[in-house]
């Protein structure tokens, strides 16, 4: 998203923005954006400096830290950027709102607070029922 400084008027700018998420590196193989990523921006000048205030829609699709089963993660993110500018005519915030896409991501998603997860032993999905080592061990 490329912001032109000297169109930006006293009462601010809003702009809005869709990005492809096929078009957008993050670096992690395990995270897919379902949706396209909408951004919203709103912008204001002061002197030697830029703010922009960001909402940020996203649906990811990532895989539960204990089970592994396929959840979807729809948040809505707010991002505040302060950009320092000196003489420059237009900024690009791709990178700033790239990096905080990345820094919002979960670190150990859960498909719910309470997911059981994987059996130590057979790796059968315990949110499912009880695996066959556990009605082994009821039965002796
Ligand atoms: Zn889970
Ligand atoms: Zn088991």
Redesign the pocket.
Known sequence: MKIYINQIPDTGLELSERWEPSGLDLGREDIKFTQPIEIFAQITKGIGIVSVNLKVKTEMSLNCSRCLEEIVISKPLEIKLNLPVKNEEVIDITDNLREELILNFPLKPLCRADCRGL??????N?NKGK????KVKAKK
């Open positions: 059996c130590m032993r057979c790796g059968e315990l695996c066959r080592c556990q």
